[in-house]
């Protein structure tokens, strides 16, 4: 009888690299996971999957487990809904058109908004590719990381609460499919869907009862319920909700270097769980380092 191949803890499954917003590099985020004492981390950059090859490697020099993951951006109306996915067939052409149509809208939309913003403050488009990568998925953070070049703010924190904030006048949002056509792909792509930090204030009714019993009959998998931004309400009655509808619920850091406060395994992921997330991914395996 073949033995599975195990995986290490503790489980983190949800961070970023420099392919988005987070400040290090694939390998340097999985050599950061090591240090933090993590055994497993997912690699969950927005809208890409560029980063997986970098982070394989540097996980089987590390000795970690990788499980090849993503941020999908999705919105309803004006709230953005995260969607991490798990274990998909990153070659899958369905899905690269929808990523690359996604990334496309953010590129423009970041172009649009230093625009504005340039109207009133000392703030051009090269400041922003200067903190980008050619294939990073942009951000408001790395605006974010162009203002604090420029002195208009101390950090990512403070240009999200002043220049970047909806209130501010400069936002805009990007096309992003709506959540269950997002979990109907990732699912065709053999992977798993799991809604990421869905008690959050602004994520509204998305996650009512109604809608949620939608996209769990379209295949989604699991909730972050581990997750600093999660309201303690609505975590409580998600948690209701997950039990009712069978789904897996996770917990994880949301790593972003040194781009947010939250630190590698503040919140972990039950061994259990990830038992459940391997055996349901089809699309792509764990890296087993
Ligand atoms: P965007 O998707 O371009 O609108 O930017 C949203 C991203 O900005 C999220 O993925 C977060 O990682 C990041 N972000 C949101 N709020 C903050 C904050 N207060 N400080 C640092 N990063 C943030
Ligand atoms: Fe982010
Ligand atoms: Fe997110
Ligand atoms: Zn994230």
Redesign the pocket.
Known sequence: MAVARQFHGPIDLHAHSSVSDGTETPAELVRAAAAAGLGTIALTDHDSTAGWPEASAAAEVEHMTLIPGM?FSTRVQYASV?LLAYLFDPADSALLAELTRVRAARFTRAEQMVARIGADYDLSWDDVLAQTTPEATVGRPHIADALVARGHALNRSAAFAGILHWKAGYYQPHYAPDPLRAIQLVRAAGGVPVI??PATRGIGDIVAESRLKTLVEAGLFGLELGHRENKPEPTARLCELAAKFGLVVTGSS?YHGTGKPNRLGENTTAPEVLERIIAEGRGSAPIYG
Do not use: K
């Open positions: 941020e995260h990421a930090h949301d």
